[in-house]
């Protein structure tokens, strides 16, 4: 982000630039409108970008796609918004072919072709409001702050950043990236999530239980939930782009 960069006359500020984030902002530009999508990662994509560690790939947050057949309104979307050029697996929850890094990298180009803007490493810390209207945004970078104004500002922020003013009390969880030194076909791996319940309770119930433990009682108890994941068993490409 630079305030050098930032298209001048604005009609749309987007606030993230995840999926729904990238899919407004094509589409508002489609319509004409002068678009400036904002994120406050290093790179576009939200969920859907990857990241690589000592030589593995992995998802940052994906983990399962929607129904994304022709006869759905999220593959309809889809295919708008990715002109097609992304394939998705008929085998394994519509996994894209090439991994989630390629949708992000076509959502992109098509964004930016329409004629809108993506800035990265633009934090959004504030919306500001003129009565009860909003009329722009501001970003930080560093210890600078830079004020960007629009008529529409469109807050595609992570659900917990829009939920956290209305929780209670904030829940953590780990989440751990293990790389393995073999094919997903050596060790068998399934390309379903798999989830490991500690109890029979329904979800919520579990995890109000949990909650209610102190810290004392919470280590000695089973933890509640685990969810394994394995995006290279869901990616025919994988084995190719990481031979």
Request: glycine fraction near 8%.
């Amino acid at each position: 982000f630079k305030p050098e960069r930032v298209p001048p006359n604005l009609d749309v500020i987007v606030i993230g630039s995840g999926p729904s984030g990238l899919s407004s902002a094509f589409l508002l530009a489609k319509a004409g409108k002068k678009v400036l999508v904002l994120e406050q990662h290093d790179t576009a994509g939200g969920s859907l970008h990857t990241f690589v560690d000592h030589g593995y790939e992995f998802d940052s947050g994906h983990h399962i796609s929607i129904d994304v057949g022709e006869n759905s309104l999220a593959g309809l979307c889809l295919k708008v918004l990715l002109d097609g050029k992304v394939e998705f697996s008929q085998s394994s929850t519509f996994y894209p072919v090439g991994g989630t890094s390629k949708m992000v990298y076509h959502a992109s180009k098509n964004v930016r072709d329409a004629g809108a803007e993506i800035l990265v490493r633009a934090k959004v810390v504030k919306i500001i409001t003129q009565g009860e209207r909003a009329i722009g945004v501001t970003v930080q970078k560093g210890s600078t702050t830079t004020d960007v104004f629009a008529p529409i500002i469109i807050s595609s922020a992570e659900w917990y950043r829009e939920a956290k003013p209305f929780m209670n009390k904030p829940t953590g969880y780990y989440q751990l990236f293990v790389g393995l030194n073999k094919t997903a076909e050596e060790l068998e791996l399934p390309w379903q999530p798999i989830r490991c319940f500690a109890t029979n309770k329904e979800c919520g119930e579990v995890f109000n239980d949990y909650l209610s433990l102190s810290l004392e009682e919470a280590l000695e108890v089973d933890i509640p939930l685990l969810i394994f994941n394995f995006g290279s068993a869901k990616d025919s490409t994988f084995n190719q782009r990481h031979p």
